[in-house]
């Protein structure tokens, strides 16, 4: 993926592999963010952990995220649902999605051919790879064992990672999901609802020799397999819709050059979305990644929940429900064209009577109404959340904003989202320093 850069996808690949610092990008599954991970201090991978305490063990005056699940269930009833506002904490912690809950992150689809047969061929098999095979990089070695490619560049790329961060002596940010970083105030603001890819299916075909064929050269024995082959992408699309997408295979140079064929995309497991999300990620990130920061909300609850009770409480520390975690969140939106916040999630847009099919004014104007205008005027949800260290007794604070329809470059020069940044930062100045 050459990502609209001037060069070719070959010149990406290219690149892509002497960078080992590209590892630090890779997904990393949101099992590793529980502290009841069925694979906790198994060997799940060929390539395990190498430090002497794992990320959990280290972080004990967090509690556990499942540990809040049992009291915010509590509080349901006939008429209440807790959940309400929290859609993408409900996934996270009550129905603990990962990148492989709906469909396979990476699949790849072996045919086992005789020398004549035509695919579909009868001997078939599926291999997947979740976001711990990523992770960890058994995909790298598994890949480099099904294609033979020159000079093994998935095998050195498996190097890297090991050398950069399973073999050093460097804590392991790979291992473990991200928390909430250590500084004063935390601002996260990001696009969705921006068709994203989201898995990939390849596709290998290995020829069987006949076995009466004695001419097979030296040559033909070593001969390399090529690049991996992409054979379908599953894309996540607006409200969390999965669709596949079959790569074409061009049958002549025309195709190939000049009139490249159409790709084909039908609705995954029958335009059922129920099993996946409510939204689609930015165009770049996949929601599930983005979405991840609405755990950092709650790290002032789960601080005052510790069963580390050694350290004595500081006075007006516990801010919130002790019983329910989400009631430390805030949630605003604001409507698509609109000006002022208002207290609440919103309608769901993914209900049909609350879509919105009406023309924003000021039509002729790409600015004000079209995504990728600077002016233009999402909708936007944000979630608030405040703390105090349990040490120092700083007080702290934690936004994430979600600004719906904003592909991921347009989150910096929409003058809509910076506004709402801007206006987190400022309030923060005055309340901080007396500087506003």
């Not at 097979?216 to 024995?221: D, G, M, Q, V």
């Not at 409200?239 to 039908?266: A, C, D």
Request: glycine share 6%.
């Amino acid at each position: 993926e050459n990502m609209g850069l001037p060069f070719t996808d070959e010149e990406a690949r290219l690149l892509e592999l002497s960078f080992g610092s590209t590892s630090t990008v890779n997904p990393i599954p949101t099992k590793l963010g529980f502290c009841d991970d069925p694979d906790d201090g198994e060997d799940s991978g060929r390539f395990r952990r190498n430090k002497s305490k794992s990320s959990k063990e280290q972080n004990r005056n967090l509690a556990c995220l499942d540990e809040l699940v049992s009291d915010i269930e509590a509080r349901a009833n006939a008429t209440y649902n807790p959940w309400q506002d929290y859609p993408a904490l409900r996934l996270l912690l009550k129905d603990r999605v990962d990148y492989d809950t709906a469909f396979p992150m990476i699949r790849v689809e072996r045919e086992f051919c005789d020398e004549n047969e035509k695919s579909p061929c009868a001997n078939q098999t599926a291999i997947d790879f979740s976001a711990e095979d990523v992770m960890n990089g058994n995909i790298f070695d598994q890949f480099s064992n099904i294609w033979k490619e020159e000079k093994d560049p998935l095998g050195i790329k498996l190097e890297q990672l090991q050398d950069s961060w399973w073999k050093g002596n460097v804590p392991n940010m790979l291992e473990s999901t991200p928390e909430r970083p250590h500084i004063k105030h935390v601002v996260m603001a990001y696009g969705t609802d921006v068709p994203t890819e989201a898995g990939y299916i390849y596709k290998k075909i290995d020829r069987k020799p006949n076995p009466n064929n004695n001419t097979a050269s030296p040559e033909r024995t070593k001969a390399f397999d090529g690049v991996p082959e992409m054979y379908k992408v599953m894309w996540e699309e607006k409200h969390g819709r999965i669709i596949e997408e079959s790569m074409p295979e061009p049958s002549t140079f025309t195709e190939s050059i000049l009139f490249k064929k159409k790709q084909t995309r039908r609705p995954f497991n029958s335009g059922d979305s129920s099993l996946w999300l409510h939204h689609s990620g930015d165009g770049t990130i996949p929601y599930l990644s983005l979405m991840w920061a609405h755990t950092w909300l709650l790290h002032a609850t789960r601080a005052m929940r510790s069963t580390n009770h050694t350290m004595p409480m500081l006075e007006g520390e516990r801010i919130s429900n002790p019983h329910n975690a989400l009631d430390s969140i805030k949630v605003s939106h604001r409507p698509k064209g609109g000006n002022d916040w208002i207290e609440g999630y919103g309608a769901d847009p993914r209900v049909d009577e609350n879509y919105d099919y009406s023309s924003r004014s000021n039509i002729g104007d790409t600015g004000t109404s079209h995504p990728h205008g600077t002016k233009y005027k999402p909708k936007m949800v944000r979630f608030q959340s405040e703390g105090k260290s349990r040490s120092t007794g700083m007080e702290y604070t934690t936004t994430v904003i979600e600004a719906i329809g904003v592909e991921h470059k347009e989150t910096t020069r929409n003058y809509d989202i910076l506004a709402a940044a801007f206006t987190d930062v400022l309030k923060n100045l005055s309340e901080d320093y007396g500087l506003v």
